[in-house]
């Protein structure tokens, strides 16, 4: 069973995409880490996604505690192997943070990454 296939168990409130700030009082956390940590930037993290699923702008992060610890501030790298940018809650939480540490968000809000790669020649490359 893959990711998809996990998220898909969970209930839906918006199948086309993010909810905009409108995701429910329980969010379906995944079982898994979806991100890991590579380097902190001044007062953010940097963290490539592990699975090819794409998050929402403005997504909750949060640790594998379930706390939340910021929120998607930017998304950038090639395809299947981006990085995000989560802007700490509280930026002095910053050393905490190490090579060992995984990172979980809401999968209710996490998009295909079909969506954003129309290309067909990419996506066979990429084998998705």
């Known amino acids: 069973m893959d990711f998809q296939d996990k998220a898909a ?11 905009n700030g409108k995701s429910s009082n329980k969010p379906y956390f995944s079982q898994f880490s979806v991100a ?3 380097y902190a930037y001044e007062d953010a993290v940097i963290v490539k996604m592990l699975v090819e699923m794409v ?5 909750a992060v949060y640790d594998i505690n379930q706390k939340e ?4 501030g930017k998304i950038f790298g090639p395809a299947p192997y ?9 930026p002095r939480k910053i ?4 090579h060992h540490s995984k990172f979980i968000m809401n999968v209710r809000n996490l998009l295909p990454l079909e969506k954003f790669v129309q290309d067909q020649y990419l996506l066979s490359i990429y084998n998705i």
Do not use: R
């Open 95 to 98: 050393k905490e943070f190490g």
């Open 82 to 90: 981006f990085h995000i940018l989560i802007l700490l809650n509280n």
């Open 55 to 59: 998050p929402c702008h403005n997504e």
């Open 69 to 72: 610890i910021g929120k998607v």
């Open 36 to 38: 890991s940590f590579s």
């Open 9 to 19: 168990e969970g209930p839906y409130e918006n199948i086309n995409g993010c909810n």
